[in-house]
């Protein structure tokens, strides 16, 4: 080296860097060979020296030196350490699947200077190969030697995952979970309910399993849901596919002996059940807690635990979940009502004599908050408000302040031909 740096000085040889540079001349790090530049595969010239110090251990005898002549004599041909990018593409992205773990966590590091790009779509092809190394490459590196992908483990920062898998949860090394470690691991796809496809994949197998199972994880699931839905990019058919699985809390007012809605903090020893939003599976349909009062006997009611800390934004992602419900919904579910407080009184479940003036009020108040959502119906087609009528024309749901129930048609009577008594119909 020294002589044809003399020469090229002198001039007596062209300055022919090509030539050059295919000649073993080149003063290698691990100081016992001299290697070509050209080829690029013979050599390898790292973009700084915090790489030559990285790259050593493993890479000495091929990596070039910068050190005194070796170094000037580099500068002469006008030869610089190149660019970093250049270098995570051509050298780095194709061994990263066998470099040590020190060596694995530098890449990262490296690529993390990157931002996001490499993972798009439209980013320089270049790029594109430092991205799917990062994604396939079985960069993980164990302390007992074994290696894996990133998408083989699970992000330790993503507390309802590892919740809801458990055991089955496989976490980087401590030694992986710097910031710019885990920004790359996080894009080249570490298991995280960010990603819709590993929510899915979970909740489906969730669905499988026993009830018990079903409610405690499922709420792990849709708490999930409830905190990070503002972030999330799903698409709409991922809330559609969320949507029928049997992960849903859901609490059970419809026993036929209940004659009054449940109402918050009273719901801890009714029947509990992980349905799907499409229904609990015997044709029912499924209702926010807070329509409790017209909907009970009706539809399996989302447990308010849960679901009254969900935003609307995101319960409208779930069209399955009907909020207000539906008009038909709380018709039915006040014929019903009427027909549960009718029995009762003819049983004499409810004792002789007049209803007390408390149980009276509240029954009154439940007709009342029907009669208010029903006030949609100005809105709706004819055909569905004489629908509306029909059923409702035959049913004694008007609560009398003796308790005593009639049709709308005994009040409207009753008050247009001077009926038995105007103190019955107030």
């Known amino acids: 080296r ?15 860097v090509n030539a050059i540079e295919m000649l073993p001349i080149f ?4 100081g016992k060979y001299a290697v070509p530049l050209f080829p690029s595969s013979s050599s390898i010239l790292a973009p700084s020296e915090e790489w030559d110090e990285a790259l050593r251990p493993l890479f000495g005898d091929f990596l070039v030196s910068w050190d005194g002549e070796a170094g000037s004599f580099l500068t002469e041909l006008g030869k610089d350490r190149g660019n970093p990018v250049a270098f995570l593409s051509k050298f780095a992205a194709p061994r990263a699947g066998l470099f ?22 439209t980013a320089p092809k270049e790029q594109q190969v430092i991205g799917q190394a990062c994604s396939k ?43 710019l470690p885990m920004f790359v691991m996080r894009q080249a796809g570490l298991r995280s309910f960010s990603n819709d496809a590993i929510f899915l994949k979970e909740a489906l197998a969730l669905d499988g399993q026993n009830r018990q199972r079903r409610l405690e994880i499922g709420a792990v699931f849709l708490r999930y849901l409830g905190q990070q839905g503002d972030s999330l990019k799903w698409p709409t058919k991922s809330y559609t596919s969320v949507g029928r699985l ?19 903090g009273s719901e801890g020893g009714l029947p509990r059940s992980a349905v799907s939003l499409g229904g609990s599976g015997g044709g029912g349909g499924v209702s926010l807690f ?18 009254d800390a ?25 014929a019903e009502v009427a027909d549960r407080w009718a029995a009762g009184a003819a049983s004499g479940a409810e004792g002789a004599g007049a209803l007390p003036r408390d149980t009276v009020v509240l029954r009154q108040g439940v007709v009342s908050r029907h009669l208010q959502m029903l006030r949609s119906l100005v809105k709706r087609c004819h055909a569905t408000q004489m629908q509306a009528q029909t059923s409702l024309s035959r049913c004694a749901f008007i609560v009398l302040d003796d308790g005593e129930l009639v049709r709308p048609s005994d009040v409207f009577v009753a008050l247009h031909t ?6 019955d119909i107030e």
């Open 137 to 179: 490459a079985p960069l993980v590196v164990f302390p007992d030697g074994s290696r894996t992908a990133c998408s083989e483990l699970a992000d330790p920062g993503d507390v309802a995952l590892n919740e809801a898998i458990g055991d089955r949860a496989i976490f980087p090394p401590e030694s992986y979970r710097g910031p």
């Open 290 to 307: 807070k329509h409790a009062p017209v909907v009970w006997t009706q539809a399996q009611l989302l447990d308010p635990a849960i679901f």
């Open 246 to 264: 049997r992960i849903f809390p859901t609490i059970d007012a419809t026993c036929r002996n209940r004659l009054l809605p449940p109402e918050a």
């Open 418 to 423: 001077g009926g038995e008594s105007d103190e």
């Open 100 to 121: 040590d773990q020190p060596l694995c966590i530098k890449f990262l590091e490296a690529v993390a200077a990157l931002g996001k790009t490499p993972w798009k779509q």
């Open 310 to 334: 969900w935003p609307e934004a995101l319960l409208r992602k779930f069209g399955a979940l009907k909020d207000p419900p539906p008009i038909q919904m709380v018709i039915s579910n006040l």
């Open 2 to 16: 020294g002589l044809i740096s003399s020469f090229l000085q002198r001039r007596i040889i062209p300055k022919d």
């Open 27 to 30: 003063e290698t790090q691990g």
